[in-house]
């Protein structure tokens, strides 16, 4: 009897074991597959979830943004986590929102890149920041209604448009 139950405890053991190279396998190769705007070679499951939706594109990595901001840029940056549920709830509405008004919104993944909470003082996730000259302006946080962002980017997008004109 004791026999049995070993050799039952081993079957399971070696399943557990194919099964979790099965996975880590049909990740690699979902990885492979897409673009990895990550230059990660390991991403979440939540993150490679998210690969091909549209919602999700126009990522930018830290170092990247950290270039952009000591250049002086102006940018909105959206700060989420793909676990969210706010995020989950706002990220369908808020892209397409950005795109219809013209709005370049570069996205963080702060489930990748979890030095982010630190760096860019988030508290929350989902997080809205408007950089102006490289230096933060205002943010929105939260799940909060359409019109709200839709007055964020107005505001911003305006008064950017409008320096450009002066320094022209």
């Known amino acids: 009897m004791k026999q049995k139950m070993f050799i039952i405890l ?3 053991i070696v399943l557990f074991i194919a099964l979790y190279f099965v ?3 049909k990740n690699e190769q979902a ?3 897409k673009d990895n705007p990550y230059g990660k070679d390991r991403l979440d499951q939540a993150t490679i979830d998210q690969l091909d939706n549209p919602n999700y594109q126009n990522q930018i990595i830290p170092d ?5 901001l000591e250049n002086g840029e102006d940018m909105f940056i959206y700060f989420y986590h793909p676990e969210c549920p706010h995020c989950q709830e706002l990220t369908p509405r808020l892209v397409p929102l950005a795109q219809e008004m013209g709005v370049d919104m570069k996205k963080v993944n702060l489930l990748e890149f979890e030095d ?3 760096t860019y003082g988030i508290e929350s996730t989902p997080t809205l920041v408007y950089y102006e000259n490289g230096e933060e302006v205002d943010r929105v946080n939260g799940a909060q209604p359409n019109e709200l962002f839709r007055d964020f980017f107005n505001e911003y997008v305006v008064n950017s448009k409008e320096s450009d004109e002066e320094a022209s």
């Open 10 to 12: 081993g079957i399971i």
């Open 23 to 25: 996975v880590d396998l």
């Open 31 to 33: 990885i492979g597959d």
């Open 64 to 68: 990247d943004l950290d270039e952009k």
């Open 116 to 118: 982010g909470w630190d």
